[in-house]
T-cell receptor, first 116, second 116 residues
Framework: AQSVSQHNHHVILSEAASLELGCNYSYGGTVNLFWYVQYPGQHLQLLLKYFSGDPLVKGIKGFEAEFIKSKFSFNLRKPSVQWSDTAEYFCAVRPRLTGGGNKLTFGTGTQLKVEL | GAGVSQSPRYKVAKRGQDVALRCDPISGHVSLFWYQQALGQGPEFLTYFQNEAQLDKSGLPSDRFFAERPEGSVSTLKIQRTQQEDSAVYLC??????????????FGQGTRLTVV
C-alpha cells in the first residue's frame, strides 16, 4: 500500500519569503501526484498535479512542484508567498492502475501561516 | 450546481444514533469517493463508486458504515450506532472518468459530524 509523508506540520513565513514544503511517498509503481490546498472554511482545491512528462509542474497562484522519481519526492515551491496563501496544504498520491483502485492517499497536511 | 455538494454541513449526533450524509457529485461524473478526515489529519479513503457499482469499500472502518449510490449520481453514507470515534469531517469527491489516468477529483465542503 502507498503512503505519503509531509515532514513540515506547521510553517510560519513572512510575506515575500520563499516556500518549500516537503512531500515523500512510498509506492513501488507508477504514480500520479497532487497538491491540494484548503483555505480556511473552504473545500479542498487542486493546486497542481503530475501525471507524466516534464517533472516540473506549474499550478495556480504561482505554485510549482518538482517530481524527483529517484527520491520519491514531490516538493511544493513558491518563490514569494502572500498573506492570502495562508492555508493547509496536502500532498496526495494515486497509483496508476488500469484496473481501478484510483483512490488518493493523502499526507497529514502542512498548515502554512503567512504573516504580514 | 457547478461543484460537489454535501449536506448537511454540520451534524451533531448522540452516541448510538444513526446518521445519513448526502453527496451530490458534479453532473456526469462517473467516479465518486468518500473520505474521512479526522482533526489534524489528512483525508483517508473510505469507499469508491463507479456509477452505481461500489468497487472498493476497503476503507470503511466497520460494518456500521454503509454507502450507496443506487442511480449512479447522488450518494449516501450511512453510519449506524454512531460512536465518539466517528467524529470527523466526511468528504465526498467526484471525478469525470472511470480510468485513473489524467482525471482529477473535485471535493465537496464536507459534513462535520460530532458525536456526543
Amino acid at each position: 500500500a502507498q503512503s505519503v509523508s509531509q515532514h513540515n506540520h506547521h510553517v510560519i513565513l513572512s510575506e515575500a519569503a520563499s516556500l518549500e514544503l516537503g512531500c515523500n511517498y512510498s509506492y513501488g509503481g507508477t504514480v500520479n501526484l497532487f497538491w491540494y490546498v484548503q483555505y480556511p472554511g473552504q473545500h479542498l482545491q487542486l493546486l497542481l498535479k503530475y501525471f507524466s512528462g516534464d517533472p516540473l509542474v506549474k499550478g495556480i497562484k504561482g505554485f510549482e512542484a518538482e517530481f524527483i522519481k529517484s527520491k520519491f519526492s514531490f516538493n511544493l515551491r513558491k518563490p514569494s508567498v502572500q498573506w492570502s496563501d495562508t492555508a493547509e496544504y496536502f500532498c496526495a498520491v494515486r497509483p496508476r492502475l488500469t484496473g481501478g483502485g484510483n483512490k488518493l492517499t493523502f499526507g497529514t497536511g502542512t498548515q502554512l501561516k503567512v504573516e504580514l | 450546481g457547478a461543484g460537489v455538494s454535501q449536506s448537511p454541513r454540520y451534524k451533531v449526533a448522540k452516541r448510538g444514533q444513526d446518521v445519513a450524509l448526502r453527496c451530490d457529485p458534479i453532473s456526469g461524473h462517473v467516479s465518486l469517493f468518500w473520505y474521512q478526515q479526522a482533526l489534524g489529519q489528512g483525508p483517508e479513503f473510505l469507499t469508491y463508486f463507479q456509477n452505481e457499482a461500489q468497487l472498493d469499500k476497503s476503507g470503511l472502518p466497520s460494518d456500521r458504515f454503509f454507502a450507496e449510490r443506487p442511480e449512479g449520481s447522488v450518494s449516501t453514507l450511512k453510519i449506524q450506532r454512531t460512536q465518539q470515534e466517528d467524529s470527523a469531517v466526511y468528504l465526498c469527491a467526484s471525478s469525470l472518468g472511470r480510468v485513473p489516468l489524467n482525471t482529477e477529483a473535485f471535493f465537496g465542503q464536507g459534513t462535520r459530524l460530532t458525536v456526543v
